[in-house]
């Protein structure tokens, strides 16, 4: 066999040991930014984490960035209290408190809390693309991927974003870890193509492309949409049977679920 044949089998049965080992889930919850909404809890907070595992949630979804000084922390926005947070040392950075007193939580914190007594919710790693340059994104991605592997962590992560390239870069790294592309411009063929195993589009994008539903189940690619917060939408996706639903409103979504039961 040889060189190309053996890579090709290797990335064939990592692809089938994401889907079925933790993603082959139906109408799984994924919390957006953490279970936040009904607590007032602010995103992306380790409370919000932390919610979401008590609840036990199949998922949690949360937002890396990596400031001036190399520190990656957690925050949806580039800016943090009208800092850019690329170009703002972290220091500086947790001055600030969040709503509820929390400073602004590193990768390394965040990562350490969804360990603990967590047996059941996915952490779901948005990587954000950078505003300064595209290599720095993709190294932003490395230094994520490694953070997790030292914590050991790596079975229980999975990683998304709208930066391809970055899917990209971290799939060179890791042959095994689950990627989801977040823009919503590619078909299952294409991810899977670029050894990219999920698609997680806004559902507005199914609804476009329905054919890109079934395509992507006969393809082995993990259905996720965002961010599904009426009670309409909901029922929706739950009726095509997506691997994961991600949501702003995890407790609505779970009431949605079980009328179906």
Not at 10 to 31: G, H, P, Y
Not at 195 to 204: A, L, T
Request: proline fraction near 3%; include cysteine; charge should be positive.
């Amino acid at each position: 066999m040889n060189t190309f044949k053996i890579s090709r089998s290797i990335f064939l049965l990592a692809m089938l040991f994401a889907f079925f080992s933790c993603n082959a889930q139906k109408n799984a919850i994924v919390a957006h930014r953490g279970a936040w909404k009904n607590n007032n809890l602010p995103e992306n907070s380790i409370a919000a984490l932390r919610h979401a595992i008590d609840l036990k949630l199949p998922g949690s979804e949360f937002d890396v960035w990596r400031t001036a000084d190399d520190s990656l922390v957690i925050n949806h926005d580039a800016h943090y209290n009208k800092m850019l947070i690329e170009e703002t040392n972290y220091a500086d950075l947790i001055k600030f408190k969040l709503s509820n007193g929390e400073k602004l939580p590193t990768l390394h914190e965040y990562i350490s809390e969804g360990k603990r007594n967590n047996k059941q919710t996915l952490l779901v790693c948005e990587i954000k693309p950078s505003e300064i340059s595209k290599e720095r994104g993709k190294k932003t991605a490395l230094m994520a991927v490694e953070t997790i592997k030292k914590l050991k962590a790596d079975k229980n992560t999975c990683y998304i974003s709208f930066d391809y390239d970055i899917l990209k870069q971290i799939r060179i790294v890791d042959a095994e870890t689950s990627l989801q592309y977040l823009e919503g411009n590619k078909s299952p063929k294409e991810v899977k193509a670029d050894k990219i195993n999920g698609v997680d589009y806004h559902y507005s994008v199914f609804q476009k492309h329905p054919e890109w539903i079934q395509e992507a189940k006969d393809n082995k690619i993990i259905l996720n949409a965002w961010t599904v917060n009426e009670a309409a939408d909901m029922d929706w996706i739950i009726n095509q049977k997506f691997n994961y639903i991600t949501t702003n409103e995890p407790e609505l979504l779970k009431e949605r679920l079980n009328l179906k039961k």
